[in-house]
């Protein structure tokens, strides 16, 4: 079974980056499109970007757009969030999911249910 495990988060001052990265063990992500999402302290499971399995294609949650970069190198078998411009509302637990993905073109929503496989997460928090 396909297993994600995230990195990269950490406590980040407003304004500042941080990089997040998905790695896959056991199988190669080359067959699967990628999520990520978050969850806040008391709030839902929220989708932030995704990226088809080539990754020409990506997707982006209005809070996301103009701050973050999704992107992969299949070769390191990761897929990469860059986030810049961090906001105090963008700390939460951040998860890696992904669906298997026939075609190259497939760019997944980002709702949850259409993900098989997740990760445990890496906290993100963003505070001065």
């Known amino acids: 079974q396909l297993q994600l495990v995230e990195s990269g988060g950490g406590l980040v001052q407003p304004g500042g980056s941080l990089r997040l990265s998905c790695a896959a063990s056991r199988f190669t992500l080359d067959d699967y499109a990628i999520g990520w999402f978050r969850q806040a302290p008391d709030r839902g499971r929220e989708a932030v970007s995704s990226?088809?399995?080539?990754?020409?294609?990506?997707n982006y949650a209005d809070s996301a757009e103009g701050r973050f970069t999704i992107s992969r190198d299949n070769a390191k078998n990761t897929v990469y969030l860059q986030m810049n411009s961090l906001e105090p509302e963008d700390t939460a637990v951040y998860y890696c999911a992904a669906v298997f993905a026939a075609s190259s073109s497939y760019v997944p929503s980002l709702l949850l249910n259409e993900y098989d496989y997740w990760g445990q997460g890496t906290q993100v928090t963003v505070s001065s």
């Open positions: 990226i088809s399995k080539s990754g020409g294609g990506v």
